[in-house]
């Protein structure tokens, strides 16, 4: 089998996506796709980095960067247009260049690629959230052979606009346990990566997107000033946005990205792991399934998430501390709870590190390359 995945994303992101798109192009090749990714071919001025050293993973597979316009990367101006304008002229020229033959599977994220390549047999799409305008994504539901979905509210949604249910396949993202297994001990974690000994640590990884609830976290902090938050991660502008709102409150530690192998450093010296998705919106109630939870559960840490349908899909009570979306209060009254109860604490990390070890990146992918397979 011959995988050719297309999709607009500039490599190496600090954005989880890129990470997840290399593992997947890794272990599709592992799993004996020929596999090559397809990336437009534009600058990154934060990092230069060799994607495959960036994240990780082994170079089983071939990067091919097309050359196309970047209007975003000379100015965040006009961002919806310029982004339009972007992914249009990458697919416009991927189109040209790239030759999809018989039997090659076109997988994407992308629903627009699935429009430019639509005479392939087996398209294959990734979805992570359902565009408000539905104009175009709608012929795009019309051209896919299989979609991949990363919750049942997803695949729900797929159905209710045509999708026969058969073909989709819900996979959620995956994880690597061994790659937060840290032998350090915590008190050593925290003398190497700068946080205090004397405190208990609630840690945030990620973006800073309003929609990932970190003014939520931010505001429980002011309830329960006797610990530290730490916040580690965000692109700008939300960095600098949040930054610059919550860097004076004194239990708060506002860190940038790091990479991987820091963020497992830092959920090692970590006394609790904390999800605040917020619930005004459906991409972090319905459609998100974040690969930081996955990572969390890996990290064998107690974790505290927001009460929300995408979250339920994956844990429940016997894995997790649940408080409300949007509420410091009931976030401070999780925290409270996990930390004066030692059992409890215990108790969630050992089931999150065995429920995880469902959702391996190489059983999603082994998964998904038995659906397309079925493709006639």
């Known amino acids: 089998?011959?995988?050719?995945?297309?999709?607009?994303?500039?490599?190496?992101?600090?954005?989880?996506?890129?990470?997840?798109?290399?593992?997947?192009?890794?272990?599709?090749?592992?799993?004996?796709?020929?596999?090559?990714?397809?990336?437009?071919?534009?600058?990154?001025?934060?990092?230069?980095?060799?994607?495959?050293?960036?994240?990780?993973?082994?170079?089983?597979?071939?990067?091919?960067?097309?050359s196309s316009f970047d209007f975003l990367g000379m100015t965040q101006r006009f961002g919806k247009i310029f982004y339009w304008l972007d992914i249009l002229s990458f697919l416009a020229i991927t189109?040209?260049?790239?030759?999809?033959?018989?039997?090659?599977?076109?997988?994407?994220?992308?629903?627009?690629?699935?429009?430019?390549f639509s005479k392939q047999k087996r398209a294959i799409l990734e979805i992570h959230?359902?565009?408000?305008?539905?104009?175009?994504?709608?012929?795009?539901?019309?051209?896919?052979?299989?979609?991949?979905?990363?919750?049942?509210?997803?695949?729900?949604?797929?159905?209710?606009?045509?999708?026969?249910?058969?073909?989709?396949?819900?996979?959620?993202?995956?994880?690597?346990?061994?790659?937060?297994?840290?032998?350090?001990?915590?008190?050593?974690?925290?003398?190497?990566?700068?946080?205090?000994?004397?405190?208990?640590?609630?840690?945030?990884?990620?973006?800073?997107?309003?929609?990932?609830?970190?003014?939520?976290?931010?505001?429980?902090?002011?309830?329960?000033?006797?610990?530290?938050?730490?916040?580690?991660?965000?692109?700008?502008?939300?960095?600098?946005?949040?930054?610059?709102?919550?860097?004076?409150?004194?239990?708060?530690?506002?860190?940038?990205?790091?990479?991987?192998a820091k963020v497992a450093l830092y959920m090692k010296a970590s006394d609790i792991l904390v999800i605040p998705n917020s619930g005004k919106e459906k991409i972090s109630s319905h459609y998100t399934s974040p690969l930081k939870l996955f990572e969390y559960m890996a990290a064998q840490k107690p974790i505290i998430v927001s009460d929300l349908p995408s979250i339920r899909d994956i844990v429940n009570e016997e894995d997790a501390v649940f408080a409300k979306p949007d509420s410091p209060q009931s976030f401070a009254e999780a925290i409270e709870k996990i930390l004066g109860d030692v059992g409890l604490a215990r108790k969630i990390s050992l089931n999150v590190y065995e429920k995880v070890k469902r959702y391996s990146w190489q059983e999603r992918a082994k998964k998904i390359m038995e659906k397309i397979k079925e493709i006639a």
């Open 1 to 66: 089998m011959r995988i050719k995945y297309i999709t607009n994303v500039r490599l190496p992101t600090s954005r989880a996506q890129g990470y997840a798109i290399m593992k997947m192009c890794s272990e599709f090749a592992k799993a004996g796709a020929e596999t090559e990714l397809f990336v437009p071919a534009r600058g990154n001025t934060r990092n230069k980095k060799d994607p495959f050293e960036y994240y990780g993973i082994e170079k089983n597979f071939e990067i091919k960067k097309i």
């Open 95 to 116: 189109k040209f260049k790239v030759k999809l033959e018989a039997g090659d599977a076109l997988y994407t994220r992308d629903f627009m690629a699935i429009l430019f």
């Open 129 to 260: 959230d359902i565009p408000k305008s539905k104009l175009f994504f709608a012929q795009a539901l019309k051209k896919a052979k299989l979609f991949v979905v990363l919750n049942s509210y997803l695949k729900e949604e797929l159905v209710s606009l045509g999708v026969s249910p058969d073909k989709i396949i819900i996979s959620p993202s995956g994880v690597e346990p061994q790659d937060f297994e840290v032998s350090q001990s915590q008190a050593d974690v925290r003398r190497e990566v700068g946080l205090p000994q004397d405190k208990k640590i609630i840690l945030y990884t990620g973006q800073f997107y309003p929609w990932k609830g970190v003014d939520t976290l931010a505001e429980t902090a002011k309830l329960v000033p006797e610990e530290n938050f730490v916040f580690v991660g965000g692109a700008e502008p939300e960095y600098s946005r949040f930054k610059k709102k919550y860097q004076n409150i004194s239990n708060i530690i506002i860190n940038p990205f790091q990479t991987r």
